[in-house]
C-alpha cells in the first residue's frame, strides 16, 4: 500500500508591525501543526528595513520548512488607509519570497477562512481560535492571533484545495478567476 502524500502548506496574516505564521501538513483527511509565530518589527524602525526584516525571516521559515503552497489573506480597505498600505507593502515582500522559493500563492478573504474552519462567514474571533485549536488537536489556542490566523489561512486551503482557492494576483490583473485551475492536492 502506498504512503499517503503529505502537502506541506503555509499560511501568512500580512503585517508590518507583525505577520503571524502557521505551517501545517496534510496527509490524506488529516491535518497536522508542524511550528506557528509571529515575525515582529520595532515601530520607529525605518519601514524598509522593516520590510527586509519581514523578508528575511519569511525567506528563512521557507527554506527551514520547505512549504509546498502558501495561503495568504486576501486584503481589503477598511477605514485606516495608511495601515492598508503599509500591509500592501508587507504582503508584497511574502508574495515576493514565495516566487522566488517557487510556491504558488493562493487568497483568501477573512470570510472565506472563517466559512473553511467554522462553516459560518461570519464567526467570531474566539470561534475561529476554538476550531483552529480543534482542527490541529493543540492543547491550547495558538497565540498571539496573529500566528492563530495564520495557521487559519493554512487550513483554508488544506480544507479547500488549489481546485477552489483564488491564486493571489495584483489588482485582480486576471480577474478574479481568469486562470486555469489545478488539480486537488495528491
Do not use: W
Not at 476550531?131 to 500566528?147: G, V
Amino acid at each position: 500500500m502506498a504512503e499517503p502524500t503529505v502537502t506541506r502548506i503555509i499560511g501568512i496574516d500580512p503585517g508590518y508591525a507583525i505577520t503571524g505564521y502557521g505551517i501545517i501538513d496534510k496527509v490524506g483527511n488529516k491535518i497536522k501543526c508542524i511550528d506557528y509565530g509571529v515575525i515582529e518589527t520595532k515601530a520607529h524602525t525605518d519601514f524598509p528595513l522593516r520590510l527586509l526584516a519581514i523578508s528575511d525571516k519569511v525567506r528563512f521559515i521557507l527554506e527551514q520548512f520547505k512549504p509546498q503552497y502558501m495561503s495568504i489573506e486576501e486584503l481589503f480597505m477598511g477605514q485606516n488607509h495608511t495601515t492598508v498600505v503599509g500591509t500592501a507593502q508587507a504582503r508584497g515582500v511574502v508574495v515576493a519570497e514565495a516566487a522566488r522559493a517557487g510556491l504558488e500563492v493562493f487568497e483568501f478573504t477573512p470570510g472565506q477562512v472563517k466559512l473553511a474552519i467554522t462553516g459560518y462567514g461570519k464567526a467570531e474571533k474566539k470561534q475561529m481560535q476554538m476550531m483552529t485549536k480543534s482542527i490541529l488537536d493543540l492543547d491550547e489556542i495558538p497565540k498571539p492571533d496573529d500566528a492563530a490566523d495564520g495557521l487559519a489561512l493554512a487550513i483554508c486551503l488544506a480544507n479547500t484545495g488549489v481546485r477552489f482557492a483564488g491564486k493571489a494576483v495584483s489588482g485582480y490583473q486576471y480577474g478574479r478567476y481568469g486562470y486555469s485551475k489545478r488539480n486537488e492536492f495528491g
